[in-house]
């Protein structure tokens, strides 16, 4: 559970809850140590679960090398490959 909540912007998706810079200002200003990106949106996206980990926050959801690795399907076959997975 969150200790508080904060207003990242408007109703709308596209003013709120895509707004990275937002969300990352919110984590310095509350000094919010992990974020849920919830599902789709932010929780696919590479460079804000960087920018998570280089704010010292933690990213609930693989980290920004796993989302790289296995967003791209033909090198996460050549992972599995090599893991023997697959």
Same mark, same amino acid.
């Given at each position: @559970?969150a ?13 709120? *809850?895509? !707004?990275?810079? !937002?969300? +990352? ?8 140590? =992990?974020v849920?990106?919830? *599902? ?11 920018? +998570? ?6 990213? %609930?959801?693989?980290?920004? /090398?796993? %989302?790289?690795? @296995?967003?791209? /399907? %033909?090198?996460?076959? /050549? %992972? =599995?490959?090599? =893991?023997?997975?697959?």
């Amino acid at each position: @559970m969150a200790d508080e909540a904060v207003c990242v912007g408007a109703a709308p998706t596209s003013e709120s *809850y895509l !707004r990275a810079d !937002r969300i +990352l200002e919110a984590v310095k200003q509350t000094g919010a140590q =992990a974020v849920h990106p919830g *599902y789709g949106f932010l929780s696919e996206n590479t460079k804000f679960a960087a920018e +998570l980990e280089q704010a010292g926050a933690v990213f %609930i959801g693989p980290n920004s /090398k796993a %989302i790289l690795d @296995m967003g791209d /399907k %033909i090198h996460s076959k /050549k %992972i =599995a490959t090599e =893991a023997k997975v697959l």
